[in-house]
């Protein structure tokens, strides 16, 4: 049942995660993983990256972790609603 | 006529510039929020493709404006590419106007190639990672010959890249006519033909036109 590997864009993974913490409003990283359609260890470090950047942040609620967007998260999801068509157009994966 | 043509190209690339630009800029703007280098290379290629399409309309306009101090014929004959045959530039071999689309010979094949690493280094397999590399090879007239043949060699990985995954969308048939511009330049200046390379010196920057055009088509979004 091997599937044929798949290419993305990392601006079209960055836009699913985004997206997905956006509709939830704050989601663990098992409902990103499922939403962005990526492998746990390829959400892990796209997570991390997007941290690193400031664009998500990790919160802990209990016993659980879940993750929201920052402010520049918020405008960087808004820049890529905008822009999607366009990168699609010149040739980035979505 | 044929010296309006160069006219109507110049301000065909005055008008494609910007657009390259823009799109540059809107790629800057995500790589400084995304971090992506992917985005960057893209970013660099589009802003060397509107550098590459500056130095073309300066090149159509001083043809244009050579033509109208000049008493020169409007094929001049003797420094053509191949014996016999008629230059396709209607300033000569000589001018500065065939230097400057020489240069932007060189640049257009940079720009794509640029072009062509930020779409490979953008596209990530998420199974299983992978990677793919490419290379650059140069080439006044032979020069501009190898440009082309680098830029056709790029432009078609590029549309069969995009061809791949998409329908025939506005992005495809801009590449596309960014493709076929290159072949005709190509066919012309090995042949001699004028009306070939004012042809191709007009379809390029409509390229970029057809690309934003398509943008106007609708709008798409939705969750994964």
């Known amino acids: 049942m091997a599937g044929k590997a798949k290419y993305r864009s990392q601006a079209g993974i960055v836009y699913d995660i985004l997206q997905a913490i ?73 | 006529m044929y010296h309006e043509v160069m006219l109507a190209i110049a301000l065909l690339d005055a008008l494609a510039a910007p657009l390259a630009l823009l799109i540059a800029y809107k790629v800057f703007a995500l790589h400084r929020l995304i971090g992506s280098r992917g985005l960057l290379l893209l970013g660099l290629g589009f802003s060397a493709l509107s550098a590459a399409l500056i130095f073309s309309g300066i090149a159509g306009y001083l043809a244009y404006s050579e033509a109208q101090t000049t008493v020169e014929p409007e094929f001049p004959m003797g420094h053509g590419w191949m014996h016999g045959m008629p230059h396709p530039w209607p300033a000569g071999e000589e001018s500065v106007s065939w230097d400057l689309v020489s240069y932007a010979g060189l640049v257009f094949p940079l720009a794509y190639a640029l072009i062509l690493a930020g779409i490979l280094v953008e596209s990530v397999e998420v199974e299983e990672p992978g990677s793919q590399g490419g290379v650059l090879a140069l080439s006044a007239t032979g020069l501009l010959l190898g440009g082309d043949a680098f830029s056709i060699s790029i432009l078609s990985m590029i ?45 390029r920057p409509s390229s970029l036109l057809a690309i934003v055009a398509g943008l106007r088509g609708g709008q798409s979004g939705g969750q994964g």
Not at chain 2, 186 to 198: F, H, S
Request: net charge positive; hydrophobic share 45%; charged share 25%.
């Open chain 2, 159 to 203: 549309t069969f890249n995009k061809l791949q995954y998409s329908r025939l969308d506005a992005g495809t048939i801009g590449y596309m006519v960014m493709l076929v511009s290159h072949i005709l330049r190509l066919l012309a200046v090995v042949t001699g033909t004028a009306w070939l390379i004012a042809l191709a010196e007009a379809l």
């Open chain 1, 22 to 94: 956006a509709s939830e409003g704050k989601a663990p990283a098992t409902r990103i993983m499922y939403a962005a359609r990526l492998p746990y260890d390829r959400l892990r470090q796209m997570l991390d990256h997007l941290e690193s950047v400031g664009l998500v942040r990790e919160v802990a609620d209990e016993d659980r972790t879940y993750y929201t967007l920052t402010s520049k998260g918020m405008e960087t999801l808004q820049e890529l609603r905008r822009t999607k068509r366009l990168l699609e157009q010149l040739g980035l994966r979505f």
